[in-house]
């Protein structure tokens, strides 16, 4: 498994400011992915972040909203721009890792929570 | 249709049932398959993996089905620490990318 942190764990954010998320991995990963958890609903994927190249967003997701960075094999970050109530949610990092027996699993970072008011 | 349906619950058993929750995914080309756990307020944490010919670990054991397109999560001798809400996850098999697609969880509570 990956060990996961993400910065901040939590914030309070006015309308119309950006907040950007880090998260950082005790080993080099190959496939980080950034979520979104919004309050009572399951996971949905914003984007995969891509190392040397820009990320690939999911439908709805785009990069002027959503800006990523992932500068290394084991850092990324995920801005959440000119923010909005609608963007209240749990913003999670995610890892693909190799287990023993050759399976690809997938862990997550402890989240961020932000609340706009 | 959602591409990964769950009863979403919640499931009210006492200490020491057996529980079994289904899921039903909609993409046949879907490769890989698990089962993942969500404390209240806390990240998902990968439960199991499921394969074809199935797979135990201590109370809790997985199956898959493919011709129905279905998994199964079973829990025997359920203990209070067992409540949480309990995500199917499915790994589609198409561009490379290795993301997930999660249900919408069914929530267990073990009462005493």
């Known amino acids: 498994s990956a060990v996961i942190s993400q910065k901040p764990s939590r914030d309070i954010c006015q309308r119309g400011t950006s907040l950007t998320i880090q998260c950082q991995v005790d080993s080099q990963v190959t496939m980080m992915f950034w979520y979104r958890q919004q309050p009572g609903q399951s996971l949905t994927l914003i984007a995969t972040?891509?190392?040397?190249?820009?990320?690939?967003?999911e439908s709805g997701f785009v990069i002027d909203k959503f800006p990523i960075s992932r500068p290394n094999l084991t850092f990324s970050t995920l801005t959440v721009s000119n923010m909005s109530p609608e963007d209240s949610s749990i913003y999670l990092c995610?890892?693909?890792?190799?287990?023993?027996?050759?399976?690809?699993?997938?862990?997550f970072g402890p989240g961020t929570r932000l609340t706009v008011t | 249709r959602k591409e990964v349906e769950q009863d979403p619950g919640p499931f009210n058993v006492p200490e020491g049932a057996t529980v079994a929750f289904n899921c039903t995914y909609s993409?046949?080309?879907?490769?890989?398959f698990f089962w993942y756990r969500q404390d209240c307020r806390k990240e998902p944490k990968l439960l199991m993996s499921?394969?074809?010919s199935g797979n135990e670990d201590g109370r809790f054991t997985a199956q898959l089905n493919r011709a129905s397109q279905y998994i199964s999560l079973l829990i025997r001798d359920s203990k209070l620490s067992d409540s949480a809400t309990y995500l199917c996850v499915v790994m589609p098999r198409d561009t490379g990318r290795r993301a997930l697609t999660f249900g919408s969880g069914t929530r267990l509570q073990v009462q005493p």
């Open positions: 972040a891509n190392q040397g190249s820009e990320a690939t967003y």
């Open positions: 993409n046949s080309a879907s490769q890989s």
């Open positions: 995610s890892v693909v890792t190799v287990n023993r027996a050759g399976s690809h699993e997938q862990y």
């Open positions: 499921v394969y074809s």
